[in-house]
C-alpha cells in the first residue's frame, strides 16, 4: 500500500471528521511503514483512555481488548500509577543505566517473584526486544555457543539481533540486504486444535517428539558430526504463542523443552514478554507447566505503561561478564521502575490472581456458548484473561475463515470494541482485556461478539 492508497482508505472509512483529518496528517508525516494499517483496516486514533475504555479524536469510546498490546494490565491512566508517578517525578526522572532505590528495590522484587529456585539476578532494559537480545547474549557468553533454538510463530522482537528470532508474517524481507540475527533454529510450536493430518493442518506435540528425534540424530546442524549436540546456546519460546493468535500448547510443551536443554547443557529462556504478569491468571505463563526456566524475560506491562524490560535470571549465567558487559542510556529508568513496583505488587497479589482466573472462567463460558451458537467459531485457547478464539467457514474440515476474521474486526471496531487479530491462517481474534476489568464491561464484550458474530454468519452464510 502506498501513501496515496493509505489516504483513500481514510478517505472511505466510518470514522468522523477529526478523526480523519488527524489520520491523514499521520500519514502525511510518519513513514508508511508504521504499524497502524498493518494490524488495522485503519486504525482508530485514541486521544484519551480511562480503565478499559479509550477515546477516539471524535469522542467515540472503544472497549479496549488490546491493552495497549498487553501493556495496559492495570487499565489506562491508572490513577494509582498516576499519583506514583507524580510523586516520583518530584525526586529522581532519570540517571542514566545506573543504580537508584526504586531500581533495586524493583530487581529485589523480580527476583523474589522469579520462581525460579535458585539464587537470580535481574538486567534491566527498556524494550522487550533489548529484553530478549540481553538473555541471548547472556546464554550465547556463558555457554559458548551460537546457536538458539526457537518456535515457529514465536513473535520475540524485530531488531536487529531479535528478528532472526521471529518468524511473524515476512517481517525478514525488511532486513534486505543483511540477514537479521544467524544461528537460529527452528522447532514446531504444537497447537490444541489442529493436527498434522487435517486439511488445513497445525503441528501437535507428536511433531515436537519427531523433532527432538532430528536434533539427536546424526543429520543435524547442531553437532560436529561425532558428539552430542554441542553448538546450541539456548532454547528461547513463549510459553503460550501471543502474537502468533494466542495460541496455548499443551502442558508437555514446555516439560519436553525443559528435558532437551537439561539434557544437552542449553539455557532454557522464557519469553513473558506478552503472556506474563497475571495475563494466564498465574504470575508467569510458564508456571502452568510445572517446570523451572534458567531466564525469564518480562517487559510490557511491567512499567505500567512507561517503557521498561528486564530478565531475571539464575545469577552462575551472567558470571561471565565483568562491569560494562552491557548499557542502554534509559534502561532501568526511575520514573519506569517506580511504576514497575507497583505493577508487580499489585499483580502478583494472590487475591488479585484470584480475580483475574475468576474472570476468565466467566469469559471464557460465555463465548463457549457463543461458540455452541455460531458455527463460525472452531475453537477457543483460554487461560485466565488470555484468549484466542479461532474463526472457522467449517466446522468440520476446520478451514480458516480469514476474510470473514477481517470483517468482525472491522465491524468490532465500528460497534466499539478493539481487539487485534491475528493467526497463522488469519483467523484468530486475540483478546487482551486490561485484567483489572469487571464483569460489566467483560458481558458488554460478549454482547458486541454476539452480534458481530450474527451478522457475520448471515452475511458469509456459515449457518
Ligand atoms: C512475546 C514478545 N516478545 C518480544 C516482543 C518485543 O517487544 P518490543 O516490541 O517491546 O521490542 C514482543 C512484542 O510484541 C512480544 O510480544
Given at each position: 500500500m502506498n501513501?496515496?492508497?493509505?489516504?483513500?482508505k481514510i478517505?472511505?472509512?466510518?470514522f468522523g471528521n477529526e478523526?480523519?483529518k488527524a489520520?491523514?496528517?499521520w500519514?502525511?508525516q510518519e513513514?508508511?511503514?508504521s504499524?497502524?494499517m498493518?494490524?488495522?483496516?485503519v486504525p482508530?486514533?485514541?486521544e484519551r483512555a480511562?480503565?478499559?475504555?479509550?477515546?477516539?479524536?471524535d469522542g467515540n469510546?472503544?472497549l479496549?481488548?488490546?491493552?495497549?498490546f498487553?501493556?495496559?494490565?492495570?487499565g489506562?491512566?491508572n490513577?494509582?500509577i498516576?499519583?506514583?508517578?507524580v510523586?516520583?517525578s518530584k525526586?529522581?526522572t532519570h540517571?542514566?543505566?545506573?543504580?537508584?532505590?526504586?531500581?533495586?528495590k524493583?530487581?529485589?522484587?523480580l527476583?523474589n517473584?522469579s520462581?525460579?529456585?535458585?539464587k537470580?539476578n535481574?538486567?534491566?532494559g527498556?524494550?522487550?526486544s533489548?529484553?530478549?537480545?540481553?538473555?541471548?547474549?547472556?546464554?550465547r557468553h556463558?555457554?559458548g555457543?551460537?546457536?538458539?533454538?526457537?518456535?515457529?510463530?514465536d513473535?520475540h522482537?524485530?531488531?536487529?539481533?531479535?528478528?532472526?528470532?521471529?518468524t511473524k508474517?515476512?517481517?525478514?524481507?525488511?532486513?534486505h540486504p543483511?540477514?537479521?540475527?544467524n544461528?537460529v533454529g527452528?522447532?514446531?510450536?504444537?497447537?490444541?486444535?489442529?493436527?498434522?493430518?487435517?486439511?488445513?493442518?497445525g503441528y501437535d506435540i507428536?511433531?515436537?517428539?519427531?523433532f527432538?528425534?532430528?536434533?539427536?540424530g546424526k543429520e543435524t546442524?547442531?553437532?560436529d558430526?561425532?558428539?552430542?549436540?554441542?553448538n546450541v546456546?539456548?532454547?528461547?519460546v513463549?510459553?503460550?504463542q501471543?502474537?502468533a493468535?494466542?495460541?496455548i500448547?499443551?502442558?508437555?510443551?514446555?516439560?519436553?523443552?525443559?528435558?532437551?536443554?537439561?539434557?544437552?547443557?542449553m539455557?532454557?529462556?522464557v519469553?513473558?514478554?506478552q503472556?506474563g504478569?497475571g495475563r494466564?491468571g498465574?504470575?508467569w505463563a510458564?508456571?502452568?507447566?510445572?517446570?523451572v526456566?534458567d531466564?525469564i524475560?518480562?517487559?510490557?506491562?511491567?512499567g505500567?505503561?512507561l517503557p521498561?524490560?528486564a530478565?531475571?535470571?539464575?545469577e552462575k549465567?551472567f558470571?561471565?561478564w565483568s562491569?560494562g558487559a552491557?548499557?542502554?542510556t534509559?534502561?532501568g529508568n526511575?520514573?519506569a521502575?517506580s511504576?514497575?513496583n507497583?505493577?508487580?505488587d499489585?499483580?502478583?497479589?494472590?487475591?488479585f490472581l484470584d480475580?483475574?482466573?475468576?474472570?476468565?472462567?466467566?469469559?471464557?463460558?460465555s463465548?463457549?456458548?457463543?461458540k455452541?451458537?455460531y458455527?463460525?467459531i472452531?475453537?477457543?485457547?483460554?487461560?485466565?484473561l488470555y484468549t484466542g478464539?479461532e474463526?472457522v467457514?467449517n466446522?468440520k474440515?476446520?478451514e480458516?475463515a480469514?476474510i470473514?476474521s477481517?470483517?468482525i474486526?472491522?465491524?468490532c471496531?465500528?460497534?466499539g470494541?478493539l481487539?487485534?487479530k491475528?493467526?497463522?491462517?488469519h483467523n484468530?481474534?486475540?483478546?487482551i482485556?486490561p485484567?483489572n476489568?469487571?464483569?460489566n464491561d467483560?458481558?458488554k464484550?460478549?454482547?458486541i461478539?454476539?452480534?458481530v458474530?450474527?451478522?457475520?454468519?448471515?452475511?458469509?452464510?456459515i449457518?
Amino acid at each position: 500500500m502506498n501513501k496515496k492508497e493509505a489516504k483513500e482508505k481514510i478517505k472511505k472509512s466510518h470514522f468522523g471528521n477529526e478523526s480523519k483529518k488527524a489520520l491523514t496528517a499521520w500519514i502525511e508525516q510518519e513513514s508508511i511503514g508504521s504499524v497502524g494499517m498493518g494490524l488495522f483496516d485503519v486504525p482508530p486514533i485514541i486521544e484519551r483512555a480511562e480503565g478499559p475504555y479509550l477515546y477516539d479524536c471524535d469522542g467515540n469510546g472503544y472497549l479496549d481488548f488490546l491493552s495497549g498490546f498487553s501493556v495496559s494490565s492495570l487499565g489506562n491512566n491508572n490513577e494509582n500509577i498516576r499519583r506514583i508517578l507524580v510523586e516520583q517525578s518530584k525526586k529522581l526522572t532519570h540517571y542514566f543505566d545506573f543504580p537508584h532505590p526504586e531500581r533495586i528495590k524493583l530487581a529485589k522484587n523480580l527476583n523474589n517473584k522469579s520462581g525460579i529456585n535458585e539464587k537470580t539476578n535481574v538486567v534491566f532494559g527498556v524494550t522487550g526486544s533489548d529484553a530478549i537480545e540481553l538473555a541471548i547474549r547472556a546464554a550465547r557468553h556463558y555457554t559458548g555457543k551460537p546457536y538458539i533454538l526457537t518456535a515457529f510463530g514465536d513473535y520475540h522482537g524485530v531488531t536487529y539481533g531479535t528478528a532472526g528470532l521471529t518468524t511473524k508474517g515476512g517481517s525478514h524481507q525488511y532486513f534486505h540486504p543483511i540477514r537479521p540475527n544467524n544461528d537460529v533454529g527452528y522447532f514446531p510450536f504444537p497447537h490444541q486444535y489442529r493436527k498434522p493430518n487435517d486439511k488445513y493442518p497445525g503441528y501437535d506435540i507428536n511433531s515436537l517428539k519427531i523433532f527432538q528425534q532430528m536434533l539427536e540424530g546424526k543429520e543435524t546442524p547442531y553437532t560436529d558430526g561425532f558428539h552430542n549436540i554441542n553448538n546450541v546456546a539456548a532454547i528461547l519460546v513463549e510459553p503460550f504463542q501471543s502474537s502468533a493468535g494466542y495460541y496455548i500448547p499443551p502442558k508437555e510443551y514446555l516439560q519436553i523443552l525443559r528435558k532437551i536443554a537439561d539434557r544437552h547443557g542449553m539455557i532454557l529462556i522464557v519469553d513473558e514478554i506478552q503472556n506474563g504478569l497475571g495475563r494466564s491468571g498465574k504470575l508467569w505463563a510458564y508456571q502452568h507447566s510445572g517446570i523451572v526456566p534458567d531466564i525469564i524475560c518480562t517487559s510490557k506491562a511491567l512499567g505500567g505503561g512507561l517503557p521498561l524490560s528486564a530478565i531475571i535470571g539464575k545469577e552462575k549465567i551472567f558470571s561471565t561478564w565483568s562491569p560494562g558487559a552491557y548499557v542502554s542510556t534509559q534502561a532501568g529508568n526511575a520514573l519506569a521502575c517506580s511504576a514497575g513496583n507497583y505493577v508487580l505488587d499489585t499483580i502478583s497479589n494472590q487475591s488479585f490472581l484470584d480475580q483475574v482466573n475468576q474472570k476468565g472462567r466467566y469469559f471464557f463460558k460465555s463465548i463457549k456458548k457463543l461458540k455452541k451458537k455460531y458455527k463460525l467459531i472452531g475453537y477457543v485457547d483460554n487461560c485466565g484473561l488470555y484468549t484466542g478464539v479461532e474463526i472457522v467457514r467449517n466446522n468440520k474440515t476446520k478451514e480458516p475463515a480469514g476474510i470473514e476474521s477481517n470483517y468482525i474486526r472491522d465491524l468490532c471496531v465500528k460497534e466499539g470494541l478493539l481487539f487485534e487479530k491475528g493467526g497463522y491462517y488469519h483467523n484468530r481474534l486475540q483478546l487482551i482485556p486490561p485484567l483489572n476489568i469487571d464483569l460489566n464491561d467483560l458481558k458488554k464484550c460478549i454482547d458486541i461478539l454476539d452480534m458481530v458474530f450474527e451478522k457475520t454468519s448471515k452475511k458469509f452464510k456459515i449457518e
